[in-house]
């Protein structure tokens, strides 16, 4: 009978919907939601009721070494002395990992740049040329004679891009330029990574002034001072 029982079709039980007046409250909370948020609600009032025990059993004489090392702004404690907490070598670590993270998504976003230009060109310049070849010259007349007929067909039978067509290369068009701006601030951001690390490294250098610049570029240039290696 079990079996049997399965193989006969069962009534659907479709779920309650919002009623009509009340459907400028959303959808309509099923219980399975009311658990989820009687239970998020309990866990926030638990936290408080231990806080407030916390609160009311602390030791007035209890002592912390971040009460000494940390001081409350605005209400919100800040960490004191961790300006020395990674050493030369760790930092310049950190930031080479930074520099090729930053260069992977360039590389990345400058080929789908490439990518997409390709397909919008290919789109926007697709050829319908056709090669005929002809055993003589009467032929090749014929055959050319009847290349203008039809180009003159196709050309008076041409239409419009559709909507929704033009909608699509219009947000192509809309992605290809925000990626080049996103490219191009990558790009920047990389430069500047760069010349970071370089000015973190050993070695005396100086700041060149506009007028000792060879070529006048927006960002400032440095000159490292030449020493000998041994």
Known sequence: MSSLKNVLPQRIHKERAQPESRKKFGLLEKHK?????????????????????????RNPDEFNFGMIKSRTVDGIH?????????????????????????????????????KLSSVLHVG???????????????????????????????????????????????GSYRELEARKNRATQLEKLYMEMTLQKELQKK??????????????????VYKWRRERKR
């Not at 050493?87 to 090729?100: A, F, N, R, V, W």
């Not at 100086?206 to 960002?219: F, H, M, Q």
């Open 203 to 220: 070695g005396r250098k100086r700041k060149l002034r506009e007028d000792e610049t060879v070529a006048p570029t927006s960002g400032p």
């Open 33 to 57: 939601d009311y658990v989820v948020r009687a239970k998020a609600f309990q866990k926030k009032q638990e936290t408080l009721q231990r806080l407030r025990e916390k609160a009311a059993f």
């Open 78 to 114: 800040r960490s004191v002395g961790e300006a020395n907490k990674y050493t030369q070598e760790e930092l310049m670590l950190m930031k080479t990992q930074d520099i090729g993270y930053v260069l992977q998504k360039l590389q990345s976003e400058k080929k789908k740049v490439e």
């Open 124 to 170: 926007n310049q697709a050829s319908n040329r056709h090669v005929y070849f002809a055993e003589d010259r009467a032929d090749a007349e014929e055959i050319r004679s009847r290349c203008a007929k039809n180009n003159e067909g196709t050309s008076n039978a041409e239409k419009p891009l559709p909507d929704y067509i033009k909608r699509r290369l219009a």
